[in-house]
């Protein structure tokens, strides 16, 4: 058959046609002498591979709905702390703070255990976040309806410790006062808690017990100051449910109005503009530099 195909292959060419070596490939993948022969028990996944295979397996039975506990009437604990990135814009006319955030969660989730000695002595790993459990934590002030979330990797300890770290843009409604302007100092509140959950639950409590906005890693802004921050933790019921407690933890943020560049544009040339105003009053009437004064005035 080979010498066959060969024979009819140097015919073709010889006159002129051209022969595409993928066809002939598929017509007889032995004439370009590759194998396909594929042994499926050659291939060995790591450690860390196997891990998430027995993890994702153990999750694709119980589903990733439900709080990860063994049982039902256990509550799930969640740290939650706020990490201030950026303060991307503040609308003082629509009363919205635009901000880039780092949230911070820890909990237990008793589905992602496993023994290191049977698995490399591995003791964490990171798993893809809409695989598992996730709390839902959100900002109840919320001005945007589309919240803009990126649904990072956790970290998981071979004990069950979650740790998750997801970025997101908050636009959060914020009561402005402006009669200070320029300088005027704003406060605004970050109150989070679950949405579903009652306290039974889902406990919520501060992450690391911070009770503040951790600052460490924010990028200064042009325009404000920021001066104080603290966290509150409330236990509330709703007239839905007066039987079940919503913790919530509410984040304050007092920042200060820069006023450098308002003194520059605003406050400077309307001193100077009064002051030149009252130096024609001083300026005797028959005097031909009054006039034009009052000319560059107006």
Known sequence: MDKHLALLTGFLVLFGY???????????????????DYNASQLTLSEESRISFHLMERYKKVGNIARPVENAM????????????????????NQVLTTNVW??????????????????????????????????IVLYNNADTQEKQHLESVTVAHFGLVRWIPPAIYKSSCQIEMRNF??????CFFKFGSWVYDGHKLDLVFYEGRDDVDLRE??????????????????????????????????????????????YVL????????????????????????????????
């Open 218 to 263: 924010y990028v200064e802004s042009s325009e404000w100051n920021v001066v104080y921050t603290s966290a509150k933790r409330n236990v509330r019921t709703y007239p839905c449910c007066d039987d079940e407690p919503y913790p919530d933890l509410t984040f304050r943020l007092t920042v200060k109005r820069k006023t450098a560049f308002y003194m």
């Open 103 to 136: 949230k911070r969660y820890i909990w237990l989730d008793e589905i992602l255990r496993w023994n290191p000695s049977e698995f490399g002595n591995i003791s964490n790993i990171r798993l893809p976040a809409p695989k598992i459990w996730t709390p839902d």
């Open 267 to 298: 406050i400077l040339p309307s001193v100077m503009l009064s002051f030149l105003t009252l130096v024609l009053f001083w300026i005797p009437p028959q005097r031909p530099d009054r006039t034009s004064l009052g000319k560059f005035l107006d």
């Open 18 to 36: 051209k022969v595409n070596p993928v066809d002939a490939f598929l017509k007889n993948p032995q004439s370009l002498n590759i194998s396909m």
């Open 74 to 93: 256990k509550t799930v604990k969640v740290e939650f702390g706020l990490a201030l990135i950026q303060i991307l814009d503040f609308d003082e006319t």
């Open 182 to 187: 320029p300088f005027d100092t704003q406060t």
